[in-house]
């Protein structure tokens, strides 16, 4: 009997010892599931507003900051600049300049606008926001195989800037930003700028196929500083490069926040506004700010 007592004592101590081992690993465990959705959660960037948009935008693939409140879009299946007003949550024009096409950004320089196709074609209309806007075509050196979805205005330097999505003419670890000079609407094959793919700042994006590290959808050029800002729609992610085409910072973006960017653009004073295409949510301009 007494056996069995003592017996019974190092049953129970030994088991409240494992409960307590146990429990010890379970709470380790715990932590370090905590960090990682810490890490994973911790951002690099805030979301400070979030406009919805209309069905009628669901496929928005530009966007170019007007005023307050105020933004032009374009979408891919429609020869129309929408007018869009965030705060009044309604398109207040539509400015139809060519039909159905795949049409994938928008510039805008004072009166006039800029569309490019995704084959490379622009279309330069100008008095865009009047009842005597014309239209013509600018060729570029880019077919349908390059994918064109970004176009921008550099101000500055009073000349639109271009790049390929997928496709570009030289090595394949390099995708190239062109210019456009306003003053002969012609693109210049010489790049301005030559993004190296292979770049340590890109290790975690690489993909199998190089050039697919890095596939923009859109291009903008900040007012006040001169960076130049590549999204990336396919795996969405910002680059900020400087004047002389270096990787000064590299933002993932949030897939769930970020379903599908296509458009980005910048208020005067420098806020960022970048467009998702709708996917399981509706279509919105997010106004994003970095930290």
């Not at 379970?26 to 979301?47: D, W």
């Not at 496929?59 to 007018?83: H, K, P, R, Y």
């Not at 490019?116 to 013509?136: A, F, H, P, Q």
């Not at 921008?152 to 570009?168: A, F, M, S, V, W």
Request: some cysteine; proline content about 3%.
């Amino acid at each position: 009997m007494k056996s069995a007592l003592i017996l019974s004592a190092i049953v129970i101590v030994l088991s409240y010892f494992a409960s307590i081992t146990y429990k010890d690993k379970i709470s380790e465990k715990s932590k370090n599931n905590l960090t990682k959705v810490e890490n994973k959660s911790s951002s690099n960037y805030t979301i400070k507003n979030t406009y919805k948009l209309p069905k009628s935008l669901n496929e928005i693939s530009g966007i170019v900051w007007l005023s307050s409140n105020m933004f032009a879009c374009v979408e891919d299946e429609s020869g129309t600049v929408f007018i869009y007003n965030t705060k009044e949550q309604t398109i207040t024009k539509e400015i139809k300049f060519a039909g159905k096409g795949d049409y994938e950004a928008i510039a805008i320089n004072d009166n006039d606008a800029y569309i490019l196709r995704s084959d490379g074609l622009i279309y330069e209309v100008k008095n865009y926001d009047s009842e005597n806007l014309e239209t013509s075509k600018i060729a570029t050196s880019f077919k349908q195989y390059n994918n064109m979805e970004s176009l921008t205005l550099d101000r500055g330097n009073d000349q639109l800037l271009i790049t390929p999505k997928d496709y570009d003419f030289g090595k394949k670890h390099i995708k190239s930003i062109y210019k456009i000079p306003l003053s002969s609407k012609k693109m210049d094959a010489n790049p301005i700028i030559n993004i190296d793919l292979k770049a340590n700042i890109l290790e975690d994006f690489k993909k199998k196929k190089i050039r697919e590290t890095l596939s923009p959808s859109d291009i903008a050029v900040h007012p006040k500083t001169k960076d130049i800002y590549v999204i990336d729609g396919r795996n969405p992610k910002l680059l900020i490069l400087n004047s002389e085409g270096e990787i000064k910072d590299v933002f993932e973006l949030d897939k769930h926040k970020f379903a599908q960017p296509e458009g980005i653009t910048f208020s005067t004073d420098g806020r960022l506004f970048i467009s998702n295409e709708a996917n399981k949510e509706e279509a919105n301009i997010l106004e994003v700010e970095l930290k």
